[in-house]
């Protein structure tokens, strides 16, 4: 399945969606975020996370690919986690299955990250509870993409 595929998740209650996928949150990251780090990010253009990293360069933030073996993505250059990266990020954007998400929280957290964004269908509620109380911004069950068109005209506007 393609994980920018939306229809509504089941498996987060009303006030988990309030807290993990409040508009104002998604809105504000979006507009005031420069560097995204693409964890899980693909080699493969025809995979998700590659398309969903393409627009969001071509949108204007800048993409750190965190990918196991590649060199070089997006003309950027490649880390193999985001402890590897040398300096703070805006959002940890994560493709990557849930069981794996808690190790990369604990990464976005020592990074200094802003924020921590968990794709469609990639859930872990104990690493969100985790970066939240760390103070962290974070998006559960949302594609960046998505919200980003979604929100393109407001983002525009408001700088």
Request: charged fraction near 25%; aromatic fraction near 6%; include cysteine.
């Amino acid at each position: 399945m393609d994980s920018c595929d939306f229809t509504l998740n089941p498996e987060l209650t009303e006030d988990q969606r309030a807290k993990f996928q409040s508009p104002e949150v998604i809105q504000s990251l979006l507009h005031e975020a420069k560097t995204i780090a693409v964890v899980g990010l693909s080699t493969d253009p025809t995979k998700a996370s590659h398309r969903v990293a393409t627009y969001l360069r071509d949108a204007g933030y800048r993409i750190i690919p965190v990918h196991p073996t590649a060199e070089e993505l997006l003309g950027e250059r490649v880390y193999r986690s985001v402890a590897d990266i040398p300096f703070p990020v805006d959002i940890v954007d994560i493709f990557r299955p849930a069981n794996e998400v808690p190790a990369i929280v604990a990464q976005a957290i020592q990074n200094k990250a802003k924020s921590v964004w968990m794709q469609l269908r990639i859930i872990s509620l104990v690493a969100a509870e985790h970066a939240h109380a760390s103070g962290l911004k974070v998006v559960v069950d949302k594609c960046t993409k998505l919200e980003h068109d979604r929100y393109g005209d407001i983002l525009l506007t408001s700088e």
